[in-house]
């Protein structure tokens, strides 16, 4: 990945953002600028320079991987808070503005980098200085997530076998997220959703020792964690025929609907026509009020990112962007049914990221 070129295109954004330098703060932009995967550190991007503060626990581990970052910096490590502040403030001296992340600084932490920190220093609030960057995925981060997706893939063939009438929510979750593992993931990407019966109209049901019954539909959405990167998938099965036309019909609207959306996904195109080219389909069977949530949303180092698909979105796709698309319906009475893949965008469509075959949603 070209690690070594987010700072460059980080400080382009500095005056039109209104600020000399920037203190980063959250773990995942600190991690996507230096290749630093620690769980404690700050970041002050200054003009010509990088401090990077760290505690104790870290030293050696961030000198090793902004090396391998290629990422230069003055590395401090702190050995208390105090610390830590007193070598940031040091540097922060005749620095006009400071931005720091508006939606990442609490007020505590604010009034604490106005009295202590920067005293001297004005702070200017920053929206999406390093998100903007995040949303245009290079060839690296793309082949991370293809190899998150393929895993994932790979993970649910390898557990189908286990849908079989009497086999529990939980288990079959377990049992995803131990298939992953052993194929090379770091973990889930997120907590893994088996949803069957009932439970299916429950977007973001968490699987429990319920028993999945032959006819049922069963949702399941999960997704697996490369080096950083995550994948998001979703597929719709049941154990035999769906126990109902209706159960039968809703597979087939979603699944309409969602090669819609995935047919509407292209550089240049807005988010909301995506989610409109989705919710049409399932408003023209008469479903609308049955879809619950938006298309879609960025997937990358966070398996929730911007940017939005949804109704309200005023984004614009553009190449290199990497979205889920996930139109679903939920009717208590006969289950849920969503089926999702994670595409990255090109000039002229899109490229699939989770390949595990769709027919699988009627077996």
Known sequence: MDVVGRMARLRAGFDEAGCDAVLVTRMVNIRYLTGFTGSAAVLLVRPDDLLFVTDGRYGDQAAEQLARAGVEAEIHVGRTSDEQRTTVAARAVGIARVGVEAEAVTWAQHRRFAADWFPDTELVPTEDLVGALRRVKDAGEVDRMARAG???????????????????????????????????????????????????AKPHHRPVDRRIEAGELVVIDFGALVDGYCSDMTR????????????????????????????????????????????????????????????????????????????????????????????????????????????????????????????????
């Not at 893939?153 to 298939?179: H, I, N």
């Not at 209706?246 to 240049?268: D, F, I, L, P, W």
């Not at 969503?338 to 077996?363: Q, S, Y």
Request: proline share 5%; net charge negative; hydrophobic share 40%.
């Open 150 to 200: 393929a895993v994932a893939d790979a993970a649910l063939a390898a557990c189908r076998s286990m849908l079989v009438d009497g086999v529990t929510e939980a288990d079959l979750a377990l049992a995803l997220d131990f298939a992953m593992r052993r194929r090379g993931a770091d973990g889930p990407s997120f907590e893994t959703i088996v949803a069957s019966g009932p439970n299916g």
């Open 236 to 363: 719709t099965l049941c154990v035999g025929q769906p126990s109902s036309a209706t159960a039968r019909r809703m597979v087939e609207v979603v699944a309409e609907s969602q090669r819609a959306g995935v047919a509407a996904v292209s550089g240049g195109t807005e988010a909301r026509v995506v989610d409109e080219a989705c919710r049409s389909v399932i408003a023209d069977a008469g479903w609308a009020d049955a879809f619950l949530h938006s298309t879609g949303h960025g997937v990358g180092l966070e398996i929730h990112e911007d940017p939005r698909v949804s109704s309200t979105s005023t984004d614009t796709l553009q190449p290199g962007y990497v979205v889920t698309v996930e139109p679903g319906v939920y009717l208590p009475e006969h289950g849920g049914v969503r089926i999702e893949d994670t595409v990255v965008v090109t000039p002229d469509g899109c490229r699939t990221l989770t390949n595990a075959p769709k027919d699988l949603v009627l077996t």
